[in-house]
């Protein structure tokens, strides 16, 4: 009773008690020092400013007042707890906007879910229980209807509001989100970025100062050649471009208990160019995002959203209307709906003649989204085939999803058996998931080569985006990849993908060392069919001809991180304090990076970002065709 006695009369003590209890936990998550004392006074007075408005103001139903705002920022630290664990970094009413998408990727999202979280609730459900029975509806009345003292109210709340301005001031011009987060706290943070958006606006940068020259320079190295090498080397072949769902880099030549995981794409990256030290570039449309990148050579946009939903209304420059301009048909294809993160949308703005979906494939053989990729393939080399009977070269892209996470593959389509540490986890589900995908691979191969197409194609490959994030693994899982590697596994391991590139009677067995990104996808490929970029503004470079590069990142990690070449980098509250990853053994390198690459990096965001926004707008008609009537 003496506790009951004590909520009735002192609500605004109990309620920002408890609040802080859920903050400390997603402190706990998210920051490496966890919760402290400092904790107190970065996420009380948030608390305490909106407790004390619920004082002043509330006549009536004072309980209910308070239980809605207990739910409200429960439910944002449940959100900020999720969105860690997969993107690595804080979330914000933009990617709030997106949330219908949890509904569509449900197994993926609820798979992040450690049973723990759900302790943030447990208040809530006890106080439903007994706030709905009619023998405590009158008490639940009453609670906290008392005399307040107006004078210490609101000296709590000019404290409150003193010590709020006191944590956002000092930590606003942080580039490092997380960081910004930490110092400011969590609520404050959520806040201030709403009110940002508002007050602060990124500098445009006028037209007349982008340009390639000027792009070029940021990157560093040598100026392009004037005669690079492989010009034209494979003039007039179709482009295949195939991009793998979640496949990194570090999968290529693995082998578990003697059974090697991808026996297909081993091939493949042992006979071909391939690039060992590429990197993916997306942003919180990971898949979608890996498209938009490699069909423009331009960076994600700043704010936390799929690509998809921020540049469609624009005409963007683009790989499919640079090829359309040199005679090519343009196509692309994926299991999956086409309404999924607004793709209608996005292949219209970058300029595909057709595109095949769901309504194309069907549902046969359904694997996380849609049709498995065995159908995936067996349904578009026909299709391929019939545009390379055409009297005019094709470029088309390819994308799986089946080893899209939690890495669910069907029983009976495992082709290998792992060691019984990795049953369950993460780990084992992502390696059976790529092995599967990597048997599709190889039927997928062997159909292009009986068909012709291996040898009159342009073909390359590479992973869209991480496939095991560092945030979303558990120790024992860590321990695993631990044992894959040698050594810790880290930031420099989680973003490096193959990137692996076949032109017949052009290419040969040969491992390129230099960093790239698939941003340097659309100028690489452009050089080797002979098709010129010179009059198209891209970020990226061609890696057959440039060795030194600076590749900004974006969402996964915070704003101002970059890889060079020889490291990662992500900074502190800004350049000073920032940590440097080795490219090779993830180990810290206190010299791997200069202030001017990260001014750089900035700079070369920025210049995306206004490059995009004074684009000229799409025409309300038109668009690309669906594939379907095809079938």
Known sequence: MRLWNAIKSKPILWFSLILLVKGALAWFVIF?????????????????????????????????????VNLSITLLYFAVLMYYKYYGVIVTYHALEQADKVTKVGESTYSLLDPYYLLIFIDIIIFAFYMFRPKYIARFRNIGMRRVNRTALLA??????????FNIWPNHASMNENKKAEGMGILNYEVYTI?????????????????????????????????PALWAAAKGKNLIVVQMESFQNFLIGLSIDGQEITPNINKLAAGDYYFNNFYTNVGQGTTSDAEFVVNTSLYVPHHEAATSSEYMDKALPSLPRLMSSNGY???????????????????????????????????DDHIA????????????????????????????????????HPYRIPEGKDKIKLPKEYEGTLVGNYILAQNYADYAMGQFLADL????????????FYGDHQGLPLYSLDNKEKDLMEGIFGREYGYTDMFN???????????????????????????????????SVKDQIHFGEDLMNRHNNLLPMRHFLPTGSFVNDTSVFLPGVGFEDGTNYDVQDNSVNADGSTEAQYNAALRLLNMSDSYVKQLPELPESGGPVSGAASK
């Open 156 to 165: 709590t709340f000019i404290v409150s509001a003193a010590l709020c301005i």
């Open 449 to 460: 080569k009986t068909s012709g197409l291996w040898d009159d194609s342009v073909i390359v």
């Open 195 to 227: 009110f940002a958006d508002s007050t602060e606006h990124e500098e445009v940068i006028d037209m007349k100062e982008i340009n390639q020259d000027s792009i070029d320079a940021l990157k560093g190295g040598q100026p392009p050649a004037a005669d």
């Open 32 to 68: 490496d020092d966890g919760p402290s004392w400092g904790t107190v006074l970065t996420e009380i007075p948030f608390i305490l400013i909106v407790f004390c408005l619920i004082e002043w103001f509330a006549t009536k139903r004072k309980l209910l007042y308070y239980m809605i």
């Open 497 to 531: 993908i193959p990137f692996i590139v076949h032109a017949p009677g052009v290419t040969s067995p040969k491992t390129f060392e230099q960093t790239g990104g698939q941003i340097d996808i659309l100028p690489t490929v452009a050089n080797l069919l002979g098709v």
């Open 329 to 363: 048909d343009t196509a692309t294809f994926h299991t999956n709906s086409v309404e999924f993160w607004n793709r209608t949308a996005l292949y219209k703005a970058i300029g595909f003649d057709k595109y095949y979906d769901q309504q194309f494939y069907g549902d």
């Open 369 to 404: 989204f849609g049709s498995s990729d065995e159908v995936l393939y067996a349904k578009t080399v026909p299709e391929l085939a019939k545009m390379d009977a055409q009297d005019k070269p094709f470029y088309a892209m390819v994308i799986s999803m089946s080893a899209h």
